[in-house]
């Protein structure tokens, strides 16, 4: 469980991204809260321990230093030098338009701000649904940077089953393939996507029904193709089934291996304000069956 409150006493939470940073090993939580801001963690070897050391806050602001004047809904996050990648989500409005914006990380203001492609803008039957993405936001391997996300859920004008992806590079937004999503009920939607240094695709999906019923899947795809690929699941992993606790899991991160030399993922939990859900971070590790060993492919 997360603190409730932050160095400066005042209350966290709104959690709906996360990342690593891999020059000092800190985390950085995102905050969707009206003022969005970061929250990084410091010492994670502490993880089911003892308390997580807690940062300063970051506050984001526009160019000028001053509180943006509608909230941002800020989702994705990707860290990149003193650069931080911040998707936010679409509320069909001009005020509130979906965005990948650009910050200083030392300061928290807004270098640039990038409108979606057409097809992705609020439009007579088509773009994001509102409050329904863009959710994730992910760093491909190798150079230049490339950035790629997706929305929460197919866009108005696609099938109910097909999820589009978008990469940013230095030639600016990039149609690629779509990923297949066979999700059981309305209430599910893709929360966030990562792309490990291994290869492929990781996958957060996030179900609800009211009033407190929760799902949360871990899926597994290949790098993005070529624009009209559909790519269904290579993998799906039930994560409650697994040992996580019931709740709106958000982000997700690459964490450090484990002593065994397992790789680990991180998860945060958004809780929405609410008193009756909570603000968690977890770690994930592939279970080594019998038979394997630490060099085993």
């Known amino acids: 469980m997360l603190p409730a409150k932050g160095r400066d006493g005042r209350s966290l939470g709104g959690f709906s991204a996360i990342a690593s940073d891999p020059r000092d090993g800190r985390l950085w939580l995102l ?12 010492d994670l070897d502490a993880l089911g321990r003892r308390p997580l050391r807690l940062g300063e ?30 998707v936010t989500e679409e509320r069909r409005s001009a005020d509130r338009p979906a965005q ?28 994001l649904a509102v409050n329904q993405g863009p959710e994730s ?10 950035l790629l996300l997706a929305a929460e859920r197919p866009l108005l004008q696609d099938p109910p089953d097909q999820l589009r992806l978008l990469e940013h590079g230095p030639g600016g ?22 792309a490990p240094p291994g290869g492929g695709l990781l996958g957060l999906v996030r179900g609800f029904e009211p009033p407190a ?22 993998a799906r992993w039930d994560l ?16 450090a291996p484990l002593s065994d030399g397992r790789p680990t993922l991180l998860l ?9 859900q909570a603000n968690r971070l977890a770690r994930l590790a592939p279970r080594r069956q019998a038979g394997c060993s630490s060099n085993s492919k």
Request: proline share 15%; no cysteine; net charge negative.
């Open 268 to 276: 945060v939990s958004d809780d929405n304000f609410n008193p009756l």
């Open 213 to 234: 019923s929760w799902w949360t899947q871990l899926l597994h795809f290949s790098p993005p193709g070529p624009e009209g690929l559909l790519q269904a699941p290579l």
């Open 240 to 255: 409650l089934a697994a040992g996580l606790p019931p709740d709106n899991w958000e982000g997700l991160a690459l964490g």
């Open 57 to 86: 806050r970051l506050p984001l602001r526009n160019a000028t230093g001053k509180p943006f004047p509608a909230p941002l809904d800020a989702e994705g996050l990707v860290l990149e030098g003193n650069d931080l990648w911040i």
């Open 100 to 127: 990948l914006l650009r910050f200083d990380r030392r300061s928290g203001h807004l270098l640039q701000a990038l409108p979606l492609p057409q097809p992705w803008r609020a439009a007579p039957g088509q773009g």
């Open 173 to 194: 937004f990039r149609p690629v393939g779509s990923l297949q999503l066979l999700l059981p009920a309305p209430y599910w939607g893709l929360t966030e996507l990562f």
């Open 31 to 42: 905050s969707d809260r009206d003022e969005p801001e970061l929250v990084p963690i410091w």
């Open 137 to 146: 936001l992910t760093r491909l391997p190798g150079s230049p940077l490339t």
